[in-house]
């Protein structure tokens, strides 16, 4: 399925789906509410089969006081290729799990409530990935700070 | 040719009555002997190995100290010698120091039985063949006790492996050794070796031989614990199994052992089913006889038991590893049944008399 | 709905699950991050009952370096040399996948000898990866052996690879806009060597190993993974075609060269470690032939497209490209917002997914048996934790 068929084909599925501009992947802006029933039925709808979450990022926009997370999904059976965009709160920032729709969400969501601060509710094993226990903060946040930290150059 | 058999303990014996403190002597000779060639005799098969598994790997192996790295054994062991002797703090201390002497004190026992010439032997019991198989079992105790009281579950688990894994070899070897004693009429080590004078057992009994060689090398091999039954140490899984924590000397003792109990295991198989010291002899064909006899018999058993060392290192650097349930599968499904077989098969063959050169 | 935030402690100290009479307690075994054959810092908490594997918990993170955030502080050419530390076994795809990502979003032009020169050191950098593999896999197995003679091979690659790019691991070598320097006058001759001296070598790994009766009986039906549950965890690469998933990104997506040759994918059928063991072998063979079919036919041309120190800009947006490494599917996403340095930047690497499957590979298994897949999945621990 060539990308605006695809669009069009989720557009039907969830109809406040908006298309994310700048991107070189088909990107549909979906509401956090709806992720999971969403995901369901993308995976299992014969004509998109997205059986592969491929990766999953979160996006810091502080300056927008908001955070942005990226499903990127595949379909090995057709070949195609779809990003959902959900965006959070920064100050709150719960989104539904995708563990039960895709098994390995829960080491994608693991890494990215490790770095990023993203809390994902009803996760089954929510803890941190690859800092101890007892970090403090979330490193790939844009305000995170500790002492060895390098300047962004402009 | 008769082969006049005198052990050390005899000539003890015939020295005693007339000068008890020259046969005490010679007794600490001896004892400083065995010692001696136990060390030599593991330095040598240390850098054996070494060269051997260098060059199955495509590799040189030790060179640079002394010339083809001859030294480079004695140098480690001075190494070992002066790393800190390390107990774990909640290990059992007593068992912990105990242990490895345990796992020496087996092999060190077993070397006074072997024969390796007519004239080297320290003690020729009447039982041999029992005695090895019994004091050889000592062994196990050492591993079992050092993974135990070591206090680290890799250990433990190492120890356990090794205790059913020798337990369980050490029956189809002994149902090997069976097949020789019932061939050979005795349990004298010196009497197997001299029951071969017209032919080795492995060869005279119509297959049994071959049978009982084949299974005896495979669980000698499972009881001295080396590839591709090194699960007690399995070094990519237990990390160094039941000797995870030891160090320096102690570790040395369990390494020295292990190496000295493949020297005891070729010994055995080159005594038993080689012919030992015995040359080569074919029936009663006396000249061929006479030219294999030019060779002295002490160099006879180095060549064999040589021989079988190789094979045994062999098998160690072309074969991976067996799973614990496939080895465990191996021995009680597969070897013993044919080890009970091949009993049953050369028992017939005594009775009938039927074997190669009978007389 | 709630958000539950645990700790390690709470995960392993859960409730036994031991229910055959046979079961005895069961305890907890730290597997490594010093073990010989977590291939690294990677650290695994066993769940045992005897022998018998009931539960595995990875904890990673032993060597996180956060390339990620050091890399939203450099410019992109920098970040092409932390990614060499990601996978340091295929450091030539990581260069490669940040390249193309780069390239694409800045609209940059490339040369036909450019990519050949790519696909060429890429698929070179497969077989020697997947020697070491082999080689390591023997000796996880309990064999030596094999590893001597995995490196023995991999020597020839290596100094092959030090006469082009001047590195023999950590390479750097392929960048936005073209590679770091043209081929070595000897490049031709040498690969050639190499290829009628590997040929000659590759029977010999399957007598030592994938003939042995030992190995076979180790491997086969071990840690098996359907295709679907192998698509769930989210595995690529060498793993999920072990499943029966023909999924190459060298097919799906040609990129480089590759849409030139002829290749062929193996594909597995159980996706036990037999499978994955067979189909990293014939990997070896097919990038073998890849190699034949672009080595005499190298484009003349233009190998920098750019100076080396021009400034890369990359149009604001979210960009997405993906390739296909020795282990399985890179991806890197790049955020940017139009200046020198990325705004995030965030590699999907395929170790990561792959590992996850260990959990449901290992239940169930002997600790040997955690030791073969571990092992059949070939992972490289820096590239998990980056």
Redesign the interface.
Known sequence: MDAPNLIAAVQALQPDATV??????P?LIVPAEGLVALATRLRDDPALKF?????H?A??WIEEDRFEL?Y?LAS?AH?HVL?LSVSVDRENP?V?TLCNV???A???ER?S?D?MGI?????P?????????DWVGF??RKDYEDDFM????? | MSWQVKTMAERTGDLLPGSPWTAVLYVLLTILAVTAFVTLCGLVLIYAERKVSAHFQCRLGPMRVGWHGLLQTIADTIKLLLKEDIVPRDADALLHILAPVLSFAGMLLVMIALPMSPSIQVADMNIGVLYVTAVSGLGVLGILLGGWSSNNKWSLLGAMRAGAQIISYEVSATLALLVVVLFAGTLQLSGIVQSQETGWWIWRAHGCGIVAFSIFMIAGTAEINRTPFDLAEGESELTAGFHTEYSGLRFSFFFLSEFLNMFVLAAMASTLFLGGWMPLHVGHFTVFNGIMDLLPPGLWFTLKTSAVIFLIMWFRWTFPRLRVDQLMRLEWKILLPIGFVNLFVSAACVVTGFYFFAG | MSVNVSTLQARISGESTASSPLSTEEYFVNMGPQHPSTHGVLRLVLRLDGETVRDVVPVLGYIHRGIEKMGEHGNYRQFVHLVDRMDYLAALSNNWAVTMVVEKAAKMETTDRIQAIRTLVCELQRIQSHQLWWGVFGMDLGGFTPFFYGLRDREQLCDIFEKTIGARLTMNYIQPGGVMYDIHPDFVKDVKTFLAYFKSKLPEYDTLMSENVIIQERLRGIGKLSAERALALGATGPVLRASGVAHDLRKSEPYGLYSQVDFDVPVGTTGDCWDRYWVRMEEMRQSIRIVEQLIDNIPEGKTFMVKPAAKIKVPAGVHYSHMETPRGVLGVVLVSDGKESPYRIHCRTPNFNNLWCIGEMATGGRIGDLVAMLSSIDLVIPDIDR
Request: aromatic letters at 10%.
């Open positions: 994310r501009e700048k991107t070189d992947r990107t059986e592969l979450l491929e990766a990022t996006i810091d990226l990127l090995i070949g990003t719960e539904p895709y098994p390995i829960e080491w994608l890494e409530y770095l809390l994902y509710d009803d996760h094993d929510l803890r941190r990935l690859f800092l101890e226990d490193p790939l390098l300047e962004r150059p402009e």
